[in-house]
């Protein structure tokens, strides 16, 4: 019997890349294989070319699924769903945007089925009863429409994840390898899914209900047994928080054998805790931060501390490990005093610590499902009424938030330009640019910045023109 071919498609946008394996169709792909199927995994930037690539594949598959979040690609996975549907074949949607905003999806008539939250055991469910012409009204985890009608069922039980591994050997691993500091060939490694704690703006709240669940470390065990032949210098974990448990946590980067980054919550860290990171190479660890004001951090249920995250950032100076530290800001809540505070506080952390390393402040997106997303309503925000404006709309890096005075929001989507050039090593070159922006931090002065402009229209190819264009943002 042959087996039918299961494309699986995700597609990122040029602007908001990152080049992480498809950890999802990884594991969906070893259960498509366990149940008789034929998985097909593409991922890439966008482009007409992968278009014509997914169309290609598309022609003797029985089913193509796009995993889609909510950002800028959602709607050129719905421009690549239109093009497969007008071939004939069935299309479904999976990830983060369909399963918390199935009714929307479905809005669009070319999408014919979205899968609620994992896809491991629903997509095969799905697959074997549509081709055996069975009743898709028995199953449970998806949504569909029926006649004028849209059904959503209950959500299937979370996957038993040790009943599946990563499929290396069905992506191009070598495409997701990366220079990371003094480590050419870094590679993301997943081994855990879901987080415990209740992070107001987080995603994790609603789709994994605060429930964390980790590979055993004999199911990792495979996993990093495939990962061996690609001669890796370093591996960053991916994990959305992979100490929640320590023991397993540390016997995992043992196994490893390889210097190692990850996420990693503030109030963590102790002094035993760092030294055993230090002990199984660990070179970087990600906090989130998250902000300056102990307001806001009550307010976005961060349950962690400004002071827990200096005692984080010095431990890790004390013992050499480099520390990252993401903030937001525009939070509907946020007042002038939150925003100086927030500022003070990464200028202070910077110019305190030589390990540090500052992601932000980004802007503050209210993401559908999360708790913020319903105080985002009440102050004024609204929300898109189809999946393409919700690609439009929600990108990281930009403010349309109503709670922004429309003439400051340019500015606001500069704040992490700013604290990036900030932050560059000194040179002849860049000592002036740093010193200002340095500047701006210390006095919370933002006027008029027309370093930006510059920087706008050098990496875009600089004319007098460009440089006006972006002058008239600020």
Known sequence: MVMKKILLVKIDDP????????FGFMYIADSLKKKGYKPKILHKVWSNKFLEEIKRESQDSFLVTF?????????????????VKDMGKITVWGGLHPTILPEVTLKDEFIDYVILREG?????????????????????????RKGHKTIVKNVSPFTEIDQYNMCWDDINAEEYIFKRDNYARTLPFMTSRGCPYRCAFCYNV???????????VDSIDYDIQQIRKFNLDAVYIFDDYFFVNKKRAFDIVRRLGVPYWAEIRADCFNEEFVKELKETRCFEVFIGAENGSARILELIHKDATKEQVENAVRLCHQYGIRVTLSFMTAFPFDTDDDRKQNFDFMYYLHKTYNNVNLDGPKVFTPYPGTPLYDTALKYGFEPPQTTREWGEKLARFKCSLPWVPEDQRPLFEKFNLMVQLGQMKNSIITLPIKALEEYRWKNKNFTFPYELAIFSALKNGFTTKLFFKYLKQY
């Open 206 to 216: 609603a789709v994994n209900n605060r429930r964390w669940r980790g590979q055993s």
């Open 15 to 22: 602007d908001e890349h990152h080049r992480y394996p498809p």
């Open 120 to 144: 491991e055991e629903t997509l095969p469910a799905l697959i074997k009863t549509l081709e055996t012409n069975g009743n898709i009204d028995y199953l449970e985890g998806i949504a569909y």
């Open 67 to 83: 995993s889609v979040i909510t950002a800028p690609s959602v709607w050129q996975s719905l421009e690549a769903t239109k093009a």
